[in-house]
């Protein structure tokens, strides 16, 4: 896999995600992120990796018909998806190269999307860049709380594959995570990137799926996309031993408690 490449380019991964990460893991988490940032009547606001919108549409309810929303994301499939959700405004770009003059947003969200860059220093000087000076700039990202459904499948993989250079080249994808997951480094990166009035709070969210939303969920992820062009014909054995594993482990379904990291900060007015 091209570690460029990512499966939410696809049509049915990011239906899967839309349809299931959306409303099960990331809704929760990016209101409370448009809330601690403040988004009022009247803000214009860019929201970075909007994929299908789960900040994105809290934030244009918050900012009211007379605000203006921005959704910018790497993937035309998820951003199609989007608009099939109403009349978002939407453009197809990546941090750095934000397609933007300086200082015309009151506010930038990054909902669970730092992590993603290969160079969170200069994605974040560009988010930087098109915030007014005044404006904030809001980032949530996972803490270390364990899945233990991910551990179950991860366990199942150890089988078929080496799963620490899984994890290698999955870090080579999503190489900020573990970095990240510390606050005190998502404090730094904000601090460096010459935000002031950094605050970070923590908080901490129920989480309950059925297996097979699980597992069609798993199946859309960076993980499983490494995993599968390794196993090539023995994928569907996998499948079928990590399904009989998730059903025995959790038979009243998946249930599981995340933490998260959701950090403010203000640009200088000078």
Do not use: C
């Amino acid at each position: 896999m091209n570690p460029r490449e990512s499966p939410y380019h696809w049509a049915d991964a990011a239906a899967a995600y839309d349809r299931l990460a959306v409303p099960m893991q990331f809704a929760e988490p990016a209101k409370e992120l448009v809330r601690l940032v403040g988004v009022v009547p009247g803000m214009r606001v860019l929201d970075v990796g909007a994929g299908t919108g789960a900040a994105t549409i809290p934030a244009a309810e918050a900012a009211g018909p007379d605000g203006l929303t921005v959704s910018a994301d790497a993937s035309a499939v998820m951003l199609q998806l989007l608009r099939q959700k109403g009349p978002h405004h939407t453009v197809a770009a990546l941090a750095p190269g934000l397609p933007f003059r300086d200082s015309v947003f009151d506010s930038v969200l990054a909902s669970f999307v730092i992590t993603h860059f290969e160079d969170y220093r200069v994605a974040l000087a560009d988010m930087a860049r098109v915030i007014r000076p005044g404006g904030q700039i809001g980032a949530s990202v996972w803490g270390t709380a364990v899945n233990p459904a991910i551990q179950a499948w991860t366990s199942v993989a150890s089988g078929f594959a080496n799963v620490e250079e899984l994890k290698d080249r999955f870090r080579a994808q999503i190489r900020w995570g573990d970095w990240f997951a510390d606050p005190t480094n998502l404090q730094t990166a904000l601090l460096e990137a010459s935000f002031t009035n950094i605050a970070v709070a923590r908080r901490e969210y129920p989480f309950q799926m059925a297996v097979r939303d699980f597992l069609e969920l798993r199946s859309a992820t960076v993980e499983s996309a490494l995993l599968r062009e390794r196993l090539g014909a023995q994928w569907n054995k996998f499948s079928r031993q990590v399904a009989e594993t998730l059903a025995s482990a959790f038979p009243a379904g998946i249930q599981y408690i995340r933490d998260v990291y959701i950090a403010v900060a203000t640009k200088p007015a000078h």
